[in-house]
């Protein structure tokens, strides 16, 4: 019976660092918001449809307007569909992006959705397909 014991000691000991761990590890999560990619349609060059894909996230050192843009990620996506479908529309077959066109926009509608600036769009690629 001592060593049933012991052993459960031993292993409540061990369990409390590793979860103050994962705890410590959730709280700090840097300052970047990851936004899953996003597609929108377009005229390929073949004049058959093609799907504008961008990745991207946004930047947001501050914590609580952080925990903001965690928190509207969802509102984030659709702002930036809104303005890659209206984009998208009017990008002439077989034409490439335009990235810094692309940027301003979405980084309008960061801004709008977090209500203030504070946050920055980082975009990994654009590509029409």
């Known amino acids: 019976m001592p060593i049933r014991r012991t052993l459960a000691i031993l292993l409540a000991v061990c369990l409390v660092p590793a979860a103050a761990l994962a705890d410590e590890k959730k709280k700090d999560k840097g300052t970047y918001v990851t936004i899953d990619t996003l597609t929108a349609m377009v005229t390929a060059a073949n004049g058959r449809h093609g799907v504008m894909t961008v990745q991207s996230g946004v930047d947001v050192p501050d914590p609580v307007l952080r925990a903001l843009a965690e928190q509207d990620t969802p509102r984030l996506r659709a702002a ?15 034409a490439p992006p335009d990235p810094d066109y692309v940027a301003r926009r979405l980084q309008q509608a960061t801004d709008r959705v977090l209500g ?5 769009l980082l975009i990994g690629g654009i590509m029409i397909n």
């Open 80 to 94: 930036y569909v809104e303005v890659l479908q209206a984009y998208a529309g009017g990008v002439p077959p077989g």
């Open 116 to 120: 203030k600036s504070g946050g920055r």
